[in-house]
């Protein structure tokens, strides 16, 4: 059984307002699974000190790790960071490392007092090094502060995962055909029941200009060795039953 | 005060593993906010009944409608209908109207059992009929329930969002500059702290090739008649501040 578990808060009233279409989580979801931490929810939430704290503190005793995008800039709307020392009942502090950094980055004179909000963190954070534009993110336990921005926020979290102790990554075959998936599902059930350590996922697409369609069959283990034994009775199922299939 | 709220629920393993960008949510954000239905949430989860009808019967007794994706297909890991009848305590059975359609859909002797399933809901529930494929999702209590596939969920979602009770639609407008957010956070504030029934958010945008960058400030109300004295102070501002802007 993998041990690592990770859930994902994104914060911010332009995803709610579908301003923006969040990539950030697809990004960590995609990495997560690839290193050996299972993913297993996120949520979109608004920039409200209640809502962030309540999440925080929730996540933070379900998973492993917990990763926050948003909210941690300069403006008035930036408040994920005094939510969280609020969460853990941690001092809200100048963080000294993140005070230089930011003093060195900004042409003199022009390290302005919102700007030097982004220095204040709960107290005892390590700070995450941000290559791009200074302002760090931060850990506190075992929550992860990561920015908003895609390009700032990838580039940190890749650093980031270096760090932390993972599983073994989980095992993913996937297998595409030309059958209908309610044509079949109840062949899939039975595959699914003899191997209750593999997980088995459907999905269907279709081209309706094209008038064809198929599914996707996502045979994926956390805890065999190799999905082989499964990938090739879903084969030899589809071969039964009249359809193509090839691995993609 | 705009009164009516929403969560969405998106079912599904395929996005927790980063195999699928959920681009569902986004839909149904953009469309509740021009609606005028307040989004307060999006959570993606595990499909697994437990955690399903956890949320279930957590948002639809905090908000006025949910939205659930995903999960309603004829396979072994389709179990959103069957957990919300099971998070209602309603029985799960048969919708007449249901089977007839697909019973006309598949050609005959092919309305084979796993197909059946998806003609089963919670008693009492209301169908929302799917023009493209057949297979209908459901009303039950607040609950919406909407497929997977994009193409299909979009059309379901635009008819029925027709037939519920909205508010007035949000007032957005959007106002570009080339000055950087922490440049003007503290003024932002200001301004913010002036109109409380407007909700002002800001941006951040870098080109790191062009080394060029600015920040997209939001302005929207749920209340206001116009939000035109809050942009002409935002305008102002920039002005003073030596900034260019634009509303885009």
């Known amino acids: 059984m993998n041990s690592y578990t990770a859930g994902i808060i994104v914060i911010g009233d332009e995803i709610l307002s579908g301003r923006t279409q969040d990539s950030n989580s697809n990004f960590i979801a995609k990495n997560l699974i690839k290193e050996g931490v299972k993913l297993e929810e996120i949520v979109v939430i608004k920039d409200n000190k209640k809502t962030i704290i309540d999440r925080v503190v929730n996540y933070s005793g379900k998973y492993s790790y917990v990763f926050t995008t948003g909210g941690i800039g300069p403006t008035h709307d ?4 005094e939510s969280i020392s609020e969460a853990f009942n941690l001092e809200h502090v100048i963080n ?3 005070f230089n950094i930011l003093d060195r980055y900004y042409p003199e004179g022009e390290f302005n007092e919102s700007r030097q909000r982004m220095a204040k963190m709960p107290i005892g954070s390590e700070l995450i090094f941000n290559p791009m534009t200074a302002a760090p993110g931060f850990r506190i336990k075992n929550v992860y502060v990561l920015p908003g921005v895609p390009e700032i926020m990838q580039i940190m979290f ?4 270096k760090k932390i102790k993972k599983g073994k990554p989980k095992l993913v075959v996937t297998i595409n ?3 209908y998936e309610s044509k079949i599902a109840i062949y899939l059930k039975e595959i699914q029941d ?3 350590n593999s997980s088995i996922g459907s999905y269907p697409y279709f081209n309706l200009a094209a008038k064809t369609g198929g599914v996707n069959i996502v045979v994926s283990s956390w805890d065999m ?5 499964v990938v090739d009775d879903i084969v030899n199922m589809i071969k039964l039953n009249g359809g193509k299939s090839s691995i993609v």
Not at 78 to 81: A, F, G, H, N
Not at 225 to 229: C, D, E, K, L
């Open 78 to 81: 930036d408040i994920t960071s």
């Open 96 to 98: 000294e490392d993140a």
């Open 158 to 161: 890749l650093e980031l995962i």
């Open 177 to 179: 055909t030309d059958l």
């Open 194 to 196: 003899k191997y209750k």
């Open 225 to 229: 060795t190799s999905v082989q034994p």
